[in-house]
Nanobody, 128 residues
Framework: QVRLVESGGELVQPGGSLRLSCAAS????????IGWFRQAPGKEREGVSC????????YYLDSVKGRFTISRDNVKNTAYLQINDLKPEDTAVYYC?????????????????????WGQGTQVTVSS
């Protein structure tokens, strides 16, 4: 049974940093497409950073390039999202999701509709 559990979200001041974790079970993170998404109040869910292939290639939303870094620990079977220089517009519920690479690549890497399994989300609030 596929399960994803996010953690690490909290209230931080602008300019701060966070590391979000996505603990996976029921599949191996190294073999599946893992992505991080976010949804702010009143807005659609958007993909912010995703692994785009088995070789570790990555995709980043333009607005987070240089500030967000996706990674994975194959031993811990966990994916991470390091977020630096947080901005108020980064405030959202952050989700991790997964699908097999063929499905994700066919339907669109980092498109929410391409991912089959989702975690419950973790809240990130950026405010002074």
């Amino acid at each position: 049974q596929v399960r994803l559990v996010e953690s690490g979200g909290e209230l931080v001041q602008p300019g701060g940093s966070l590391r979000l974790s996505c603990a996976a079970s029921g599949f191996t993170v190294a073999h599946y497409a893992i992505g991080w998404f976010r949804q702010a109040p009143g807005k659609e869910r958007e993909g912010v950073s995703c692994f785009s292939s088995r070789d570790g290639s990555t995709y980043y939303l333009d607005s987070v390039k240089g500030r967000f870094t996706i990674s994975r620990d194959n031993v811990k079977n966990t994916a991470y999202l390091q977020i630096n220089d947080l901005k108020p517009e980064d405030t959202a519920v952050y989700y991790c999701a997964t699908a097999d690479f063929l499905t994700a690549q066919t339907k669109g890497i980092c498109r929410p509709g391409a991912y089959d399994y989702w975690g419950q989300g973790t809240q990130v609030t950026v405010s002074s």
